[in-house]
């Protein structure tokens, strides 16, 4: 997949989400904890809705699109 230009600001805005949301109140204790905390974090995130999605989850978006294939 080639990226665009267009794409950086959405990058960038979900890099900064993810540090508020989990990176910025995360304490690792050990690497595997480190891992459980963040695989607990991403089921949570690919459940927001967003408004760049039409008010979906990542989670509805890749649900419609394996529905139609």
Do not use: W
């Amino acid at each position: 997949m080639l990226a665009a230009p267009r794409h950086n600001g959405k990058a960038e805005r979900q890099n900064r989400q993810d540090g508020e949301r989990f990176y910025e109140n995360m304490r690792m204790y050990s690497l595997e904890d480190g891992r459980k905390q963040l695989a607990v974090y991403q089921r949570k995130s690919n459940n927001y809705i967003k408004t760049c999605l039409n008010m979906k989850s990542p989670n509805q978006v890749i649900q419609e699109y394996l529905g139609v294939m």
